[in-house]
């Protein structure tokens, strides 16, 4: 190979790597503010996984433009390209490239799952996963410092503050205090999911499910069932709410002083008006959604 050729090489090397890098960079910005710290740990695997894929991308486009625009036969010409039999070199080279790269891949998300204590519910059934360090724990200086109770149901979340004795239907939570949730459902599958704390955990009937994290941004946040628990799952939403330590503990003295009511529930309101207007016909089967939770918050929608 011509020392031209390899000089070339390398600069379209270096080209497209620092492409790809400033790539993976603005991937940042396509997702929501990191409300938590685990989030970090989620954002820096896409960020790699952008930046790898824009470099193979570029550097297979870029073979192809190169070829077609350097290589391509004279006009008019029609006869047959050299005889090339193969290249065991090259052959070996492409095959394993790739297979380096799927472990390398492979490798960085288990380790990024593994800090982040996700548990499939394989996992937890026959597993436990006993050895399974807590989300993101090099970060945690201490016990967890709020423990909160989640409870999943078709089709509304309740949170239970045991310290307090408080039930609400959003989910409060001081910043920077480690959050240590015990989630249980009490009849499908649901799934808890906070896009800006990019944490998606599934919750299984009969299992409590311990999940730490530490929201560390103020402000107002959606959880959604990332399930699909039946058919009025899409209203299973609410608000996390993130706020000061003063302002949490203020929320939790105010709203221990209201009496419990039940929550108000689209489901199990939309439900109870179809079955109350004689000869209304949804036009599909579903369950009969799960009485409203009692919560010592005013009511409100989920």
Do not use: C
């Amino acid at each position: 190979m011509k020392p031209i050729t390899i000089v070339q090489m390398l600069l379209f090397t270096v080209a497209i790597a620092a492409a790809s890098w400033w790539m993976g960079q603005q991937s940042y910005g396509w997702l929501p503010p990191q409300a938590a710290t685990e989030a970090k740990l989620i954002d820096d695997l896409f960020s790699f996984l952008v930046a790898l894929g824009t470099f193979i991308f570029l550097g297979v486009t870029g073979f192809i433009a190169y070829s077609l625009v350097f290589h391509r036969a004279p006009r008019y010409d029609l006869s047959d390209g050299p005889a090339i039999e193969g290249n065991v070199t090259l052959e070996v080279i492409w095959t394993a490239l790739p297979i380096l790269l799927v472990f390398l891949i492979a490798g960085y998300s288990y380790q990024t799952y593994e800090q982040m204590a996700i548990r499939g519910p394989m996992e937890v059934v026959h597993l436990h996963m006993p050895g399974m360090e807590s989300a993101y724990a090099a970060d945690a200086t201490s016990e967890p410092v709020e423990a909160i109770e989640v409870h999943a149901k078709q089709w509304a979340w309740s949170f239970r503050y045991p310290e307090q004795n408080v039930t609400s239907t959003e989910l409060h939570l001081p910043v920077n205090h480690r959050i240590r949730l015990a989630m249980q459902s009490e009849d499908v599958i649901h799934g808890f999911f906070v896009p800006a704390f990019r944490l998606k955990q599934d919750i299984i009937p009969k299992r409590t499910i311990e999940f730490e994290f530490t929201p560390v941004r103020e402000g107002k946040y959606r959880l959604s069932d990332s399930q699909f628990s039946g058919t009025y799952f899409a209203t299973m939403q609410t608000n996390v709410v993130v706020e000061s330590p003063q302002a949490y503990q203020q929320w939790l003295t105010q709203t221990a002083a209201y009496p419990t009511t039940p929550a108000s529930n689209p489901a199990y309101a939309e439900y109870t008006q179809q079955i109350q207007q004689p000869g209304f016909k949804t036009g599909w089967a579903t369950v009969k959604p799960a009485t409203p939770p009692l919560v010592n918050q005013p009511s409100q929608a989920g």
